[in-house]
């Protein structure tokens, strides 16, 4: 069967019945082939506004920042600098608003799928924060706060990824 492809991938590079595959064209006699070596997932093939992607890249590179500086205002206060808590406490709730712009972007760009449901988990997540912290009598429980956010920071980098290769496709 293998060799039954190249045969036909030879017979098509010369102008055989299947020669003007969609992504070909002939240049002096021979097909040239438009291959790329990207696995790419369904609707990545089509163009997005660029408005969406650099909105939605831009948006979670700010929250992705602004997770390290909770954690490090977190660390600060965990060690000895108390105040450093309150500023950890406002920060955070600054910090839903880029979760907001994040899924507006991947919905309203119409990006892919995969886009909408990482932004509207990590709008979620977000949520989840405060309940987590909250929960002053359940240690281990609100333990979880800190491990949720470095869920949150791990996914976020991975929006940023896809939404770069949406920027290179």
Do not use: C
């Amino acid at each position: 069967s293998g060799r039954q492809h190249a045969g036909s991938a030879t017979h098509a590079a010369h102008g055989g019945p299947r020669a003007m595959d969609q992504g070909q064209k002939r240049e002096g006699g021979v097909i040239a082939m438009n291959v790329t070596a990207k696995t790419v997932e369904p609707g990545l093939g089509r163009a997005f506004p660029m408005w969406a992607v650099l909105g939605l890249a831009i948006s979670a590179a700010l929250y992705l920042l602004g997770i390290v500086v909770q954690v490090f205002l977190a660390g600060a206060a965990l060690f000895g600098e108390f105040s450093a808590l309150e500023d950890h406490v406002n920060a955070g709730r600054g910090l839903g608003t880029l979760t907001i712009f994040m899924v507006l972007f991947a919905v309203a760009g119409n990006l892919p799928k995969s886009l909408w449901i990482m932004t509207f988990a990590l709008f979620m997540l977000f949520g989840v924060q405060f309940p987590l912290a909250m929960a002053d009598d359940q240690p281990y429980f609100s333990a979880l706060h800190a491990v949720n956010a470095l869920v949150m920071f791990a996914l976020t980098h991975e929006v940023i990824s896809r939404a770069r290769g949406l920027r290179r496709g």
